[in-house]
């Protein structure tokens, strides 16, 4: 269906880039996705002028929150979460997935911890060619 739609121009559907979070406890974890143009993209600003979509402040729960881009920029881009409340000790997951659901898809994982509430931190940056 996402390759159908994807030949439709729906954005959310071609996934060329796709980023994942979860967290293993009931805190508020929030997203943030760097651009290689600097542009930040986090649950205040979900939209990229690139056609970005950051999905789903979840405030409450473990995830997911996610953020997807049809064709994503060549460059470096950087991706990593804040705490933004809660309490106690949290371990973030990030699955960050280029070309979804074609001959070409590359998948890696990235886990940090956060120990308290106003943190924030970034995995390390990758490239997109």
């Known amino acids: 269906?996402?390759?159908?739609?994807?030949?439709?121009?729906?954005?959310?559907a071609a996934f060329g880039l796709k980023i994942v979070v979860t967290w293993d406890t009931a805190t508020d974890i929030d997203l943030d996705v760097i651009?290689?143009?600097?542009?930040?993209?986090?649950?205040?600003?979900?939209?990229?002028?690139?056609?970005?979509?950051?999905?789903?402040?979840?405030?409450?729960?473990?995830?997911?929150?996610?953020?997807?881009?049809?064709?994503p920029t060549p460059g470096t881009w950087r991706i990593g979460a804040h705490f933004h409340s809660g309490e106690g000790r949290t371990t973030v997951?990030?699955?960050?997935?280029?070309?979804?659901?074609?001959?070409?898809?590359?998948?890696?994982?990235?886990t940090l911890v956060f120990d308290k509430a106003g943190e924030q931190k970034f995995v390390p940056e990758f490239v997109v060619r």
Do not use: C, M
């Not at 699955?95 to 074609?102: P, Q, R």
């Open 93 to 110: 997951k990030f699955v960050v997935i280029l070309h979804e659901d074609t001959d070409r898809e590359e998948r890696t994982e990235h």
């Open 1 to 12: 269906i996402r390759r159908t739609l994807a030949e439709y121009n729906v954005p959310e």
């Open 35 to 71: 651009d290689p143009a600097g542009e930040h993209v986090h649950h205040g600003q979900p939209n990229s002028k690139a056609g970005g979509r950051y999905w789903e402040d979840n405030t409450q729960g473990r995830g997911p929150e996610s953020f997807t881009l049809a064709t």
